[in-house]
T-cell receptor, first 115, second 118 residues
């Protein structure tokens, strides 16, 4: 069984400040981990993913995340926030790749950017 | 990346009617699609796994007679909300994987369909 916990339902940062969105997971098998972004009334877009290999993964729009097995974490960061980053962010976990593998989502974190 | 498209984007219906939402994989074949439901300001809850040519697998607590899923081809899955009631109002999102690409587990999502039942 797998679960995903996102700490903080709402994060607010100033434009240009560091963005840190927290995600912890629980998995009985080596996990595949994802961060998705959702803009209002839209579907989800993949920001980045970790499967195997390098634990620091870089995604689109300047975001990156680091897989830390010892901490069961996969926190999302961006050095400098932009107004366009305001959205809902979801961390997700899956048990590994197959067409039918389910992905479980965290509760989401709403990111607000202050001018 | 692979493209998944949903239709309609918005639908308003009267209580008691049935509504069909389509999910299409536009540039790949999807033997498996996933249907999620999202309430306002909440996360995505997996409703069911749609399997091409066979019955869908529903998550615990999801009424299979209420939410009919048909996956008749490798590019189309449909979700029909039968005898809809206001509590069925929600944002429904489908997703799929592209099994033929270099993908490693990523789900591609449709744009979502917002259902409002009056």
């Amino acid at each position: 069984a797998q679960s995903v916990t996102q700490l903080g339902s709402h994060v607010s940062v100033s434009e240009g400040a560091l963005v840190l969105l927290r995600c912890n997971y629980s998995s009985s098998v080596p996990p595949y981990l994802f961060w998705y972004v959702q803009y209002p009334n839209q579907g989800l877009q993949l920001l980045l993913k970790y499967t195997t290999g390098a634990t620091l993964v870089k995604g689109i729009n300047g975001f990156e995340a680091e897989f830390k097995k010892s901490e069961t974490s996969f926190h999302l960061t961006k050095p400098s926030a932009h107004m366009s980053d305001a959205a809902e962010y979801f961390c997700a976990c899956g048990p590994g790749y197959s067409s039918a593998s389910k992905i479980i989502f965290g509760s989401g974190t709403r990111l607000s950017i202050r001018p | 990346g692979a493209v998944v498209s949903q239709h309609p984007s918005w639908v308003i219906c009267k209580s008691g009617t049935s509504v069909k939402i389509e999910c299409r994989s536009l540039d790949f074949q999807a033997t498996t699609m996933f249907w999620y439901r999202q309430f306002p300001k909440q996360s995505l809850m997996l409703m069911a796994t749609s399997n091409e040519g066979s019955k869908a697998t529903y998550e615990q607590g999801v009424e299979k007679d209420k939410f009919l899923i048909n996956h008749a081809s490798l590019t189309l899955s449909t979700l029909t909300v039968t005898s809809a009631h206001p509590e069925d109002s929600s944002f429904y999102i489908c997703s799929a994987r592209d099994p033929a690409g270099a993908d490693t587990g990523e789900l591609f999502f449709g744009e979502g369909s917002r259902l409002t039942v009056l």
